[in-house]
Nanobody, 116 residues
């Protein structure tokens, strides 16, 4: 089982920026396409894929974050990052890192709240 530890969330005003980090405890980190997901508050909200990055650095983004978020990874540190800029209230969610497709387990996530 891969252990995932996310950090970097917080409360920011609209237009602000945050950088999320995730350390994955696995010997096969470089074999995985890593990803960030988010789940907005409220009943019925589904966890959605925000961005993914292959071991070679190829990236994909959800249309809602394209041009505002940047995913990156440091294979030497087993770490994946999500740089978020121009944050909007609609970005408020718990953010989770994982694999694309997802691992069977998740970390605790990190809360991002965009509010004035």
């Amino acid at each position: 089982q891969v252990r995932l530890v996310e950090s970097g969330g917080g409360l920011v005003p609209p237009g602000g920026s945050l950088r999320l980090s995730c350390v994955a405890s696995t010997l096969r980190f470089t074999a995985y396409t890593m990803a960030w997901y988010r789940q907005a508050p409220g009943p019925g909200e589904q966890r959605e894929l925000v961005a993914s990055i292959s071991f070679r650095g190829n990236t994909n983004y959800a249309k809602t974050v394209q041009g505002r978020f940047t995913i990156s990874r440091d294979n030497a540190k087993n770490t994946v990052y999500l740089q978020m800029t121009s944050l909007e209230p609609e970005d408020t969610a718990t953010y989770y890192c994982g694999r694309d497709p997802p691992f069977p387990n998740w970390g605790q996530g990190t809360q991002v709240t965009v509010s004035s």
